[in-house]
C-alpha cells in the first residue's frame, strides 16, 4: 500500500512526488502525458535558464524516480474508496493508497467523478478548480490538490512550488509534526 498517490507529473505532482519521496513515503506518481508544460518554453522559472517545457517535466520525474517515488504512465479510470484507503484504478491495474494528492492542472474531471467539491476558476482561462483549504486538502478525506488545478497560477514555479507547500503539508499530518527539509552544504574545504 502507498502512503500517496499523486495524479499528474507536472511541475507540482513531482515537486509533491520528490519531497514526499525523499520523506521517506511510499510515494506513486502517475501521469497520462498530457502536461500542458509540455508545451511551454520557459523562460522565468528560479535557477533554471531557459528550457523546454518537455525537458522540465523530464528532470522532475528523474528528481522524484531518485528519490523513491514510483513512477506509472497510464491513465487514471477510476477512484474507489474503502475504509481506511483508496484503489487508484489504471487499466488492469490497481494501486492501494492512504492518501491522494490531485495535480491534473487544467482537468477537474477526475476529481469532480469521484465526488470532490469543484469552484469556478478565478484564473485567465481556467474554467474550474478543486476547492482546497489553506493546507491543499479538499472536502474528501486524505485527498489533497496542489498547482492549477487547485486555484494556483499555471505558471511553472508557483505550481511546483505549491506542490512541494502540499506535500510539506501532507508529511507533517502524516507525522504529526511539522516537517522541514533542508539538506546543507559539506562545510568541509575541497582539496
Known amino acids: 500500500m502507498y502512503d500517496v ?4 507529473a507536472g511541475p507540482a505532482g513531482a515537486s509533491a512526488a520528490i519531497f514526499l519521496a525523499k520523506a521517506g513515503k511510499k510515494t506513486l506518481l502517475i501521469d497520462n502525458g498530457n502536461s500542458i508544460t509540455k508545451k511551454a518554453w520557459i523562460k522565468n522559472h528560479y535557477g533554471v535558464m531557459d528550457i ?21 504512465s497510464d491513465e487514471v479510470t477510476a477512484i474507489e474508496e474503502h475504509n481506511d484507503h483508496y484503489v487508484v484504478k489504471m487499466g ?3 494501486y492501494e493508497t492512504r492518501h491522494i494528492i490531485f495535480a491534473t492542472g487544467l482537468s477537474v474531471k477526475l476529481a469532480e467523478k469521484f465526488g470532490v ?5 478565478e484564473e485567465p482561462r481556467i474554467a474550474k478548480n478543486i476547492k482546497t483549504d489553506e493546507q491543499g486538502r479538499t472536502n474528501k478525506k486524505n485527498i489533497w490538490a496542489a498547482g492549477t488545478v487547485a486555484g494556483k497560477s499555471v505558471h511553472t514555479i508557483i505550481t511546483a512550488g505549491h506542490g512541494a507547500e502540499v506535500a510539506i503539508n501532507l508529511i507533517s ?15 568541509k574545504p575541497k582539496k
Open 117 to 121: 467539491e469543484i469552484v469556478d476558476g
Open 52 to 72: 523546454e517545457g518537455p525537458q522540465l517535466v523530464d528532470v522532475g520525474l528523474e528528481q522524484a524516480k531518485k528519490f523513491g517515488a514510483e513512477f506509472k
Open 92 to 94: 488492469q491495474h490497481n
Open 5 to 8: 498517490a499523486i495524479i499528474g
Open 173 to 187: 499530518e502524516l507525522n504529526g509534526e511539522r516537517y522541514v527539509d533542508h539538506d546543507i552544504l559539506d562545510s
